[in-house]
């Protein structure tokens, strides 16, 4: 029967979800690696497949509060709302089977590629001398942020060149020279085994989407081959962070500490799906919905208070909790874990429509519109810039960390500033004669639209 407080209105409302993202997805389908297409698949994780595995395991969250299917619906209907909404604002815009403009030109350097990477590489470097190595897996007991001055300058750093390594490797790898290829493997290594010992899954998506972007730009990529390096994320996603704690392990030399999260499994493929996907807390932001919603019960709405400091996300985090301006991810960690989350700064993700919720209540996911308009700004953007350069590589890394402003806009301001500012100074740094001198990469840039050839966003 479907009732609010039933599994059975969970799967309906999941399989809603899915549905629609089906739908989106057919009728934008080119190009393929878009900032939509990105939302489109996280969210179809986290509010499709999640809730259906949660459903599975007979009710399952991982955050400290009591689980009830009531709320876990409520919260999920609330969801339902705003990513149609968003469907639509995207929707309203976007042509289907758009022209796609194929074969643009790059000024990437082998130069380039080698002064982004030893960026992250030495970044990590001082992180480890000025921490003890305590920033490794298995040696935290906060956030590594936390553990020396200028922490978070540092981690966004570290963490936007090393995303950005791996769309440069791969822009040189389309020259196919031979020279080139161990090098670009060994960056590749390289940032995919500091990103993994950082704990960040997200920018090496990100930075594995940029890569994924800039051979369907060249038109390397079909859709079975597609379908093929989608796969290929979602498994090295669910693995990155097992790879970190392995390395971390090896490093530190620490025994595994093994944790349970509950009563023992039988090893079934349900549960083995669970044991890698659910219980990890991967894409876990549908957990929040019940916190979101017991925050309001216990304070009232927010009426806008942290959306308007959506600028204080770029101000020290001790800084926004001495002086109460904290977003919403603040805010709902603190209501949470109190103190906890201030000596740690260790918490869950909220998300926009949450961020909606607790501000002015259920009804207001309709202005989840706007960041579907922005979103297909944003591909427009992708799929139009007719030179890629270092700096158009690190706005790509903007455009896709943005996560079509559907994410708490807190959260992400101050990493889409980091790449903007850190792609804007590694180019005015990164100009050399040499490269200045050498030939841009051009298939057939007579065939591309005059259009594309005009108001270079740079």
């Not at 030179?387 to 559907?406: E, H, K, M, Q, Y």
């Not at 040499?434 to 057939?444: A, E």
């Amino acid at each position: 029967m479907f009732t609010i407080d039933s599994s059975s209105t969970t799967c309906l409302l999941a399989v809603g979800v899915l549905a629609l993202y089906a739908i989106a997805f057919c009728a934008t389908s080119r190009p393929l690696f878009t900032v939509f297409h990105f939302v489109l698949a996280t969210s179809a994780l986290s509010f499709g497949l999640r809730p259906l595995l949660c459903v599975a395991a007979g009710g399952y969250t991982t955050l400290p509060v009591p689980f009830t299917w009531e709320g876990y619906n409520r919260g999920l209907l609330y969801q339902l709302f705003f990513e149609l909404s968003y469907v639509l604002g995207y929707m309203c815009l976007c042509r289907s089977r758009r022209r796609q403009s194929t074969s643009p030109q790059h000024t990437v350097t082998a130069s380039h590629l080698l002064i982004v990477a030893g960026c992250g590489v030495v970044t990590v470097s001082i992180i480890h001398v000025l921490t003890g190595g305590a920033w490794l897996p298995y040696g935290r007991t906060r956030a590594f942020t936390m553990m020396l001055p200028g922490g978070p300058l540092l981690f966004r750093l570290a963490a936007v060149t090393l995303s950005a390594t791996l769309p440069l490797g791969t822009l040189l790898l389309l020259r196919k020279a031979r020279a080139g290829i161990w090098l670009v493997i060994g960056t590749w290594v390289t940032a995919l085994v500091f990103l993994s010992l950082l704990y960040q899954r997200g920018f090496a998506l990100i930075g594995a989407l940029m890569s994924a972007w800039v051979l369907e730009r060249w038109g390397k990529v079909r859709l079975r081959a597609a379908a093929g390096m989608v796969v290929m994320l979602l498994i090295g996603l669910m693995t990155l962070r097992s790879v970190g704690e392995f390395v971390g392990r090896a490093v530190a030399a620490q025994p595994r500490v093994v944790q349970s999260s509950g009563s023992e499994m039988s090893w079934v493929p349900v549960e083995a799906i669970n044991r890698t996907f659910l219980y990890k807390g991967n894409f876990n932001v549908v957990d929040t919905w019940p916190i979101a919603e017991a925050y309001v019960l216990q304070n009232g709405y927010l009426h806008g208070k942290t959306i308007l400091l959506m600028p204080a996300s770029l101000l020290p985090a001790w800084f926004r909790w001495q002086n109460d301006l904290g977003t919403s991810v603040d805010t709902l960690n603190y209501f949470c874990y109190g103190q906890t989350v201030i000596d740690t700064q260790w918490g869950f993700n909220v998300n926009l429509a949450q961020g909606l919720y607790i501000n002015w209540g259920g009804g207001w996911e309709i202005l989840a519109i706007i960041p579907g308009v922005l979103t297909w700004l944003l591909d427009r953007w992708l799929w139009q810039v007719p030179v890629i350069s270092v700096f158009s590589v690190f706005g790509a890394g903007a455009a896709w960390i943005s996560g079509g402003f559907t994410r708490d806009p807190g959260s992400v301001l101050s990493y889409i500033v980091a790449y903007l500012l850190v792609g804007k100074t590694i180019a005015y740094f990164a100009k050399h004669p040499r490269t200045q001198r050498r030939r841009p990469i051009v298939r057939s840039v007579a065939c591309m639209p005059e259009g594309l050839l005009r108001g270079h966003p740079e």
